[in-house]
């Protein structure tokens, strides 16, 4: 298992474009969550799936963001319309969710977001 | 406002010193947990502490729940370069909450 892996690492944009990260999570996890860290804060969380249905969106999602699991693997976080407000790094984690499990959520490596 | 409040925000010690991170909340937890973030990468969790009370140690890590269940700290003993990096405590629930950190630097 080679854990949560996100792509890109590293983004620049400029406002006004439109962008889209990727995650793919821990094998057979159920799980995933995006969450988004600005400097000197900790990570704020935004979203998460079980499977592929979208349970909760945080206020801090406007509706510039949207994010996807359609096949309850790898999930989409696309920001439309960038702000430089934006900028932050964007982490998802997945964890397994079940009898017997502790729902402790493994974080990728983060895709950085800076928007000019 | 944060609901976890992380103190100091920031600390530089010298290699083979000790050091304690403080994690304070006015609210009531069932549990907490500690992570540990590097530059450039995602926080990886140490510990979860569930009874008020609670001494839970990791190599030379000490991690304490305040016996109210409202704070938890962290105690490095003999702090390496290896333990540079920013160390998070989040309420432990479906969707994690955390303080803003305190940020580490251990100094050869």
């Known amino acids: 298992d080679t854990g949560v892996s996100q792509d890109p690492r590293h983004k620049i944009t400029k406002r006004g474009q439109n962008v889209t990260f990727r995650c793919d999570p821990i094998?057979?996890?159920?799980?995933l969550y995006w969450y988004r860290q600005t400097l000197g804060q900790g990570p704020e969380f935004l979203t998460y799936?079980?499977?592929?249905?979208?349970?909760?969106k945080s206020r801090l999602l406007s509706d510039r963001f949207s994010a996807e699991r359609p096949k309850g693997s790898f999930s989409t976080l696309e920001i439309q319309r960038t702000e430089q407000g934006d900028s932050a790094m964007y982490l998802c984690?997945?964890?397994?969710?079940?009898?017997?499990?502790?729902?402790?959520?493994?974080f990728g490596p983060g895709t950085r977001l800076t928007v000019l | 406002t944060q609901l976890l409040e992380q103190s100091p925000q920031f600390l530089s010690i010298q290699e083979g010193e000790n050091l304690t991170v403080y994690c304070n909340s006015s609210?009531?937890?069932?549990?907490l947990q500690w992570y540990r973030q590097e530059p450039g990468e995602g926080p990886v969790l140490l510990v979860t502490?569930?009874?008020?009370?609670e001494v839970k140690k990791l190599k030379r890590l000490t991690f304490q729940f305040g016996d109210a269940r409202k704070d938890s700290s962290l105690h490095i003993t003999a702090a390496q370069p290896g333990d540079t990096g920013l160390y998070l405590c989040?309420?432990?629930?479906?969707?994690?909450?955390f303080g803003a950190g305190t940020t580490v630097t251990v100094r050869a």
């Open positions: 984690a997945s964890s397994l969710v079940g009898a017997g499990t502790t729902d402790t959520q493994y």
């Open positions: 094998s057979e996890h159920n799980r």
């Open positions: 799936f079980q499977n592929e249905a979208q349970l909760e």
């Open positions: 609210s009531v937890f069932s549990s």
């Open positions: 502490v569930v009874t008020g009370g």
């Open positions: 989040c309420t432990n629930d479906y969707k994690l909450s």
